[in-house]
């Protein structure tokens, strides 16, 4: 019922910049908290970066100051700018919002297939 597409991985140097998308598409009434996440093998998911349908954000401590959420709501759009990437940052990034489908009343999860990100030299 609804599709989570990213777009933006890829391999950068250490110090380098990726933007990641991830577009959500279906019958969506409205979204309300969407996501960013990581996730490295034999570790779990963590959160990356959130932000509300408000606008209000919020950030792991391991990328204060070097990553930025934001959204576009008109086109169910949510963002990750990564700058002075560290090879620590390499990981699958999934996106995840919070999504009230057209006739419910509330809201469900749904995550996006992860693309990968690695900050190598």
């Known amino acids: 019922q609804v599709q989570l597409v990213e777009s933006g991985g890829g391999l950068v140097q250490p110090g380098g910049s990726l933007r990641l998308s991830c577009a959500a598409s279906?019958?969506?009434?409205?979204?309300?908290?969407m996501g960013w996440y990581r996730q490295v093998p034999g570790k779990l998911r963590e959160l990356v970066a959130g932000?509300?349908?408000?606008?209000?954000?919020n950030y792991a401590d391991s990328v204060k100051g070097r990553f930025t959420i934001s959204r576009d709501n008109a086109k169910n759009t949510v963002y990750l700018e990564m700058n002075s990437l560290k090879p620590e940052d390499t990981a699958v990034y999934y996106c995840?919002?919070?999504?009230?489908?057209?006739?419910?009343?509330?809201?469900?999860?749904?995550w996006g297939q992860g693309t990968q990100v690695t900050v190598s030299s």
């Open positions: 995840n919002a919070k999504v009230v489908l057209l006739g419910r009343g509330f809201e469900y999860p749904y």
């Open positions: 279906g019958s969506i009434f409205s979204i309300n908290d």
């Open positions: 932000i509300t349908s408000g606008g209000s954000t």
